[in-house]
T-cell receptor
Framework: AQSVTQLGSHVSVSEGALVLLRCNYSSSVPPYLFWYVQYPNQGLQLLLKYTSAATLVKGINGFEAEFKKSETSFHLTKPSAHMSDAAEYFCAVSDQTENAGNMLTFGGGTRLMVKP | DAEITQSPRHKITETGRQVTLACHQTWNHNNMFWYRQDLGHGLRLIHYSYGVHDTNKGEVSDGYSVSRSNTEDLPLTLESAASSQTSVYFC???????????FGQGTRLTVV
């Protein structure tokens, strides 16, 4: 069975500071990994995904994440936070098997707050 | 543009009533999913479908059912609503494996 753990349900940073949101996963097969963002009263939007190509993945809005198999981690970073980054962020994993149909297992989410 | 829409956006119902939440996608995706979102739990999978007439139970399927009579729609039914089913419900769809899932805007359901 797969699982995802996001360390820190709330993260607060100052505008311009580094953003680091942590995600660790467990999976019995090579995983696909995703980061989604949710703005208030909206659905989830894909930020980036890892699908066994490059281990450093670049996404939208200046975010990137690095897949580290030895640490079973897929942490999300952004060099400089912007006020518009305030949102809830979800890490998710799915199996690298064709019949998995992209069924996602989500972490509990991390709410990012950006202070002026 | 292709999209995935959920209706209603907000619903208040009474305990014991049957409720159906609609999900419609125009992506022509085979895979469709229903999740519920609760504080501290992230999103948990309720039911999913890999194609017409295919339905499968997810992690938290008790008290819910789905049916897939066409590619575009996957309605979620709460057979007898309970207060524990107060939540925000998200529908999603995806194409072949290795492609992203697209999410609807969500339905906020309150059971009183």
């Amino acid at each position: 069975a797969q699982s995802v753990t996001q360390l820190g349900s709330h993260v607060s940073v100052s505008e311009g500071a580094l953003v680091l949101l942590r995600c660790n996963y467990s999976s019995s097969v090579p995983p696909y990994l995703f980061w989604y963002v949710q703005y208030p009263n909206q659905g989830l939007q894909l930020l980036l995904k890892y699908t066994s190509a490059a281990t450093l993945v670049k996404g939208i809005n200046g975010f990137e994440a690095e897949f580290k198999k030895s640490e079973t981690s897929f942490h999300l970073t952004k060099p400089s936070a912007h006020m518009s980054d305030a949102a809830e962020y979800f890490c998710a994993v799915s199996d690298q098997t064709e019949n998995a149909g992209n069924m996602l297992t989500f972490g509990g989410g991390t709410r990012l707050m950006v202070k002026p | 543009d292709a999209e995935i829409t959920q209706s209603p956006r907000h619903k208040i119902t009474e305990t014991g009533r049957q409720v159906t939440l609609a999900c419609h996608q125009t992506w022509n995706h085979n895979n469709m999913f229903w999740y519920r979102q609760d504080l501290g739990h992230g999103l948990r999978l309720i039911h999913y479908s890999y194609g017409v007439h295919d339905t499968n139970k997810g992690e938290v399927s008790d008290g819910y059912s789905v049916s897939r009579s066409n590619t575009e729609d996957l309605p979620l039914t709460l057979e007898s609503a309970a207060s524990s089913q107060t939540s925000v419900y998200f529908c999603a769809s995806s194409g072949d494996w290795n492609t992203e899932a697209f999410f609807g805007q969500g339905t906020r359901l309150t059971v009183v």
